[in-house]
């Protein structure tokens, strides 16, 4: 009897943990979406500001004055019209 007596409480306790897992589950995977949106982020901000100082410091150096190229603007695809056969 005793021992039917723990496993229900270990059943019950089991299912309590499972229940905050799953409640964690989901802002533990959002954290993680933003940590790696953040290091992205990081790098190519790191990578332009290496190509700005890599620039300024030719120009003080009397180089050549680098060209810098302009950020190239993305196209958006517009949705084709429907096109309505007569």
Known sequence: MQIEENAKHLRANLAGLQSQLEKFADPFEKLGTHLKNASLSYAEADKRFEKAESSV??????DSVPQIPAEPQANLDLPAANKQSA
């Open 57 to 62: 410091e030719s120009m003080l150096a009397g």
